[in-house]
């Protein structure tokens, strides 16, 4: 069976700092690797989205990476700001169609 | 294009009582998948629907059921309702023709159980 895991589950970083979230995943068999961004109470947000065949994807100041036989990916984010504070969610997409998300990282930039 | 849109936004219910979540998928999409969010925890998969049919299943009781209409919307029913029933419940919808695409999420209807 499927298991992400996030790593940390929480961090708190000064504005500007660069930083990384860490996402394993325990059976390499996916279609792709998506990176979310939830606000307190709110739905998801799409923020990346790594085809297996792929190797990385960046929007902005956001940096995705994908090592599908070690079970790894990290999102990057540069030069941080009070807004990106949020929760992180990386979720597989699987051969049965749906998604197995991690537990999170909740992120707090502070000003 | 009008995305994923779900109702209500927050529902309370009591032990034992049934409720109806409803989503419109975004246009084009031909499938919905559902997904509970229990607090400070990933969204977990329910089931999915794909062309009025039930294509896959997580690990929820019989209580937990679907529709999916010839418009591609979507309800989910909760029977006999239970305390840990209490969460975020979201659908995402996505256009599959046999292969495996990005699902878009809508914002999510939070359900409360008194």
């Known amino acids: 069976k499927q298991e992400v895991t996030q790593i940390p589950a929480a961090l708190s970083v000064p504005e500007g700092e660069n930083l990384v979230l860490n996402c394993s995943f325990t059976?390499?068999?996916?279609?792709?690797l998506q990176w979310f961004r939830q606000d307190p109470g709110k739905g998801l947000t799409s923020l990346l989205l790594i085809q297996s065949s792929q190797r990385e994807q960046t929007s902005g100041r956001l940096n995705a990476s994908l090592d599908k036989s070690s079970g790894r990916s990290t999102l990057y984010i540069a030069a941080s700001q009070p807004g990106d504070s949020a929760t992180y969610l990386c979720a597989v997409l699987t051969g049965a169609n749906n998604l197995f998300f991690g537990t999170g990282t909740r992120l707090t930039v502070i000003p | 294009e009008t995305g994923v849109t779900q109702s209500p936004t927050h529902l309370i219910k009591t032990r034992g009582q049934q409720v109806t979540l409803r989503c419109s998928s975004q246009s084009g999409h031909n499938t919905v998948s559902w997904y509970q969010q229990a607090l400070g925890q990933g969204p977990q998969f329910i089931f999915q629907y794909y062309r009025e049919e039930e294509n896959g299943r997580g690990n929820f009781p019989p209580r937990f059921s679907g529709l999916q209409f010839p418009n591609y919307s979507s309800e989910l029913n909760v029977n006999a309702l239970e305390l840990d029933d209490s969460a975020l419940y979201l659908c995402?919808?996505?256009?599959?023709?046999?292969?495996?695409?990005?699902?878009?999420f809508g914002p999510g209807t939070r359900l409360t159980v008194l």
């Open positions: 995402a919808s996505s256009f599959s023709a046999g292969g495996h695409n990005e699902q878009f």
């Open positions: 059976d390499s068999a996916i279609y792709n």
